[in-house]
């Protein structure tokens, strides 16, 4: 029977690295040798048809961690298609859950190799090219999600896009399932919200951004993206995991010359259990290989969605940090946050972050244009070095936030 782990073996620089956390009641040397099959050249039995040739791509279960029940497994670059994230997943995130010698399982991390990595787009704006746009420097983007989730008919959507607009966002974003509904027609949206974009622009002669979510089936949503692109938008948003990867990628490969951000929406069901699953770890770097701009990480532990202070910063590194030279993307923090709480996630995660607030914007007392401004305003005294409750006693829609939301320090 072939064997798989080898402790002795030295990746090379053209192996596919996965690490793996592996629930067995089996010791875990053995239940290593049943995933490394599975996802490579192997069964269950050993093959009269099995050739030398072929036993050379077999991969190397180098790494054992017996303690903490994790492996790492090096994979020659000749089992994956390039530029196939699909087939790659299938392999090394596919039949593999489901193997009944293994329990539980979490795909903890992954590193491409370069040629893999060559084989994607990447991301065609990142950071650099995004603060462009926006012509913001240093200052955290500041956004927000157009709130009710649904419900608002296309001019009322755009009204309370102008108003934060007005009040100090840069960037307004439709929520993940808002498309095309009967109550809120695509294209309409598009159209009003644009018009107002524009008029918000000439007022007060800012860059201002629409993120019009454009998740439809992939021939669908490539017509949402011309009609955007035709419209004067910028910039596109997907859900990313519900449309899927092929779909991303299709997308990406068309090389349009819109900003692509992506929602996670639906990634707790494969990222949350700590024991099976799908990190977000390899989530976002596949992301980033294929070639998003901007995509949701987390609050760093102080918004309403699961997820803590460590793991959300290994996240934004994956997107931030070295990876074969790709841009680096935007990390966007998202989900209950409000500008009390703005001070404490710059402290954590910096400045160089999108905060999205919807609630945490229309539910100011003043309403939407008082919320952008008390969001810019937070903003403005992170930028100064001032406390927010400081800043607050000369910047009255900033004092009404904090007095509805209150401030989260750390
Ligand atoms: C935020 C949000 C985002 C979440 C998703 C929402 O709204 O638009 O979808 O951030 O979570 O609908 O909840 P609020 P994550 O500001 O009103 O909470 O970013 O972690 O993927
Ligand atoms: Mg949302």
Redesign the pocket.
């Known amino acids: 029977m072939l064997r798989y782990v080898d402790t002795g073996y030295t990746p090379t620089e053209d192996d596919l690295i996965a690490e793996y956390y592996i629930g067995s009641s089996m010791p875990l040397e053995e239940a290593s040798e049943w995933l490394a099959a599975e996802s490579s050249i192997g069964t269950w039995t050993d093959l009269s048809t099995m050739k030398e040739r072929i036993v050379k791509l077999k991969p190397h279960v180098f790494y054992l961690n017996r303690d903490e029940s994790t492996i790492k497994v090096a994979y020659p670059g000749d089992l994956f298609e390039r530029g196939n994230m699909p087939q790659i997943l299938s392999s090394i995130a596919g039949n593999i859950f489901g193997l009944r010698a293994i329990e539980n399982l979490r795909f903890l991390d992954i590193r491409f190799p370069d040629k893999i990595v060559e084989s994607f787009k990447g991301p065609r704006f990142g950071i650099q090219g995004i603060r462009k746009i926006l012509e913001v420097d240093k200052r955290p983007i500041i956004g927000t999600?157009i709130?009710p989730?649904l419900g608002l008919n296309e001019k009322e959507h755009a009204e309370v896009a102008y108003e934060a607009w007005v009040g100090g966002v840069d960037i307004v974003k439709d929520?993940?399932n808002l498309s095309d509904m009967v109550f809120n027609r695509f294209e309409k949206r598009i159209e009003e919200t644009l018009k107002l974009r524009d008029k918000a622009e000439e007022r007060t002669g800012e860059k201002k951004i629409y993120m019009p979510n454009i998740t439809a089936e992939t021939n669908e949503m490539i017509r949402r993206a011309e009609f955007v692109e035709q419209t004067g938008g910028e910039y596109v948003m997907i859900d990313i995991l519900t449309a899927g990867w092929a779909a991303l990628q299709s997308f990406r490969n068309l090389d349009l010359n819109l900003v692509i951000h992506a929602?996670?929406?639906g990634?707790a069901a494969v990222t949350r259990n700590e024991r099976h699953g799908i990190s977000m770890l390899p989530i976002a770097k596949i992301s980033r290989v294929i070639g998003v701009d901007q995509l949701?990480i987390?609050?760093f532990g102080v918004g309403?969605?699961m997820g803590g202070p460590e793991d959300d910063l290994r996240y934004q590194e994956a997107l931030t940090g070295e990876l074969s030279g790709l841009e680096p993307v935007f990390p966007?923090a998202?989900?209950?946050?409000h500008p009390g709480l703005y001070g404490m996630l710059c402290e954590i995660a910096g400045k160089d972050i999108i905060i999205?607030?919807?609630?945490?914007i229309h539910g100011h007392p003043g309403g939407t244009m008082s919320g952008a401004r008390a969001a810019r305003q937070a903003v403005d005294a992170i930028m100064e070095g001032v406390p927010l409750a400081e800043y607050a006693k000369s910047h009255r829609e900033l004092g009404e936030a904090l007095e509805k939301w209150g401030e989260g320090r750390r």
């Open positions: 999600i709130k989730k929520d993940e929602h996670r929406a990634h949701h987390g609050t309403k969605m966007v998202s989900g209950g946050l999205q607030a919807g609630g945490g």
